[in-house]
T-cell receptor, first 113, second 114 residues
Framework: DAGVTQSPTHLIKTRGQQVTLRCSPK?????VSWYQQALGQGPQFIFQ???????QRGNFPDRFSGHQFPNYSSELNVNALLLGDSALYLC????????????FGQGTRLTVV | DAKTTQPTSMDCAEGRAANLPCNHS???????VYWYRQIHSQGPQYIIH???NNETNEMASLIITEDRKSSTLILPHATLRDTAVYYCIVRVAMTTDSWGKFQFGAGTQVVVTP
C-alpha cells in the first residue's frame, strides 16, 4: 500500500513565477491537507480539502490556492512566488470526519530564487 | 485551538525509556492529544493519540493526566533511530462543525546517544 505520495520532490523557481505541487493520498483516504514548513520551524496549516471543496484555511494569502479531484488527489498552487515561499510543502491525508491519524507525505522542497 | 508547551530539547541514552512531557493547560473537552515525530527533512510520522485515557501501541505509550492539562509520551526502549523532533499537538475533534486541523508548535528535539 503506497502511502501519501508527493511530486516533485524538489523544485527551484524564480521569484514571480507560479508553481503547482501534487499529492496523492493514502489508499482509502478522502481528505487532504497542505502544510508549509519553513526551515527550523514546525509545519503550518495552509488548507484542507474534502469532497473537492476547501473546508478550512489557515492564515495564508490568496496566492495560495488548491484543488481536489474526484479521485481525492490534490494540487497546491502558489502564484507570484516570493523568496519567503521557500519551504518544505507537506501533504497529509486522512479519512473524512474521523478522529484518527493523518498520514504525511515526504514533502516537496521548493526553493525560490 | 489549545496550544502546547514542550521542552526545546532532550537527550536520552540508547536502550533507556524516553519520557517526553507536554503541557496543554487550556485544552478543551473535545480536543485530542496527538504526537508526531519528524526525522530530518522527512514528513511527520504519526506516533499515537488519545482523548483522556492512556494509550499504548507498538511505538509508544501516551499518559494523559486526569485533568488533561498535560501528557507524557513514553518511548520504552529508545534507539538511535528515534532521534527526531517530537511534536505534541492538540486537535479539535472532527465533528459536523469542525475539521480539526493540526497546529504544530516547535516540538522537542530528542537526541538518542549510544
Amino acid at each position: 500500500d503506497a502511502g501519501v505520495t508527493q511530486s516533485p520532490t524538489h523544485l527551484i523557481k524564480t521569484r514571480g513565477q507560479q508553481v503547482t505541487l501534487r499529492c496523492s493520498p493514502k489508499s482509502g483516504h478522502d481528505t487532504v491537507s497542505w502544510y508549509q514548513q519553513a526551515l527550523g520551524q514546525g509545519p503550518q496549516f495552509i488548507f484542507q480539502y474534502y469532497e473537492e471543496e476547501e473546508r478550512q484555511r489557515g492564515n495564508f494569502p490568496d496566492r495560495f490556492s488548491g484543488h481536489q479531484f474526484p479521485n481525492y488527489s490534490s494540487e497546491l498552487n502558489v502564484n507570484a512566488l516570493l523568496l519567503g515561499d521557500s519551504a518544505l510543502y507537506l501533504c497529509a491525508s486522512s479519512l473524512g470526519r474521523r478522529n484518527t491519524e493523518a498520514f504525511f507525505g515526504q514533502g516537496t522542497r521548493l526553493t525560490v530564487v | 485551538d489549545a496550544k502546547t508547551t514542550q521542552p526545546t530539547s532532550m537527550d536520552c541514552a540508547e536502550g533507556r525509556a524516553a519520557n517526553l512531557p507536554c503541557n496543554h493547560s487550556t485544552i478543551s473537552g473535545n480536543e485530542y492529544v496527538y504526537w508526531y515525530r519528524q526525522i530530518h527533512s522527512q514528513g511527520p510520522q504519526y506516533i499515537i493519540h488519545g482523548l483522556k485515557n492512556n494509550e499504548t501501541n507498538e511505538m509508544a505509550s501516551l499518559i494523559i493526566t486526569e485533568d488533561r492539562k498535560s501528557s507524557t509520551l513514553i518511548l520504552p526502549h529508545a534507539t538511535l533511530r528515534d532521534t527526531a523532533v517530537y511534536y505534541c499537538i492538540v486537535r479539535v475533534a472532527m465533528t459536523t462543525d469542525s475539521w480539526g486541523k493540526f497546529q504544530f508548535g516547535a516540538g522537542t528535539q530528542v537526541v538518542v546517544t549510544p
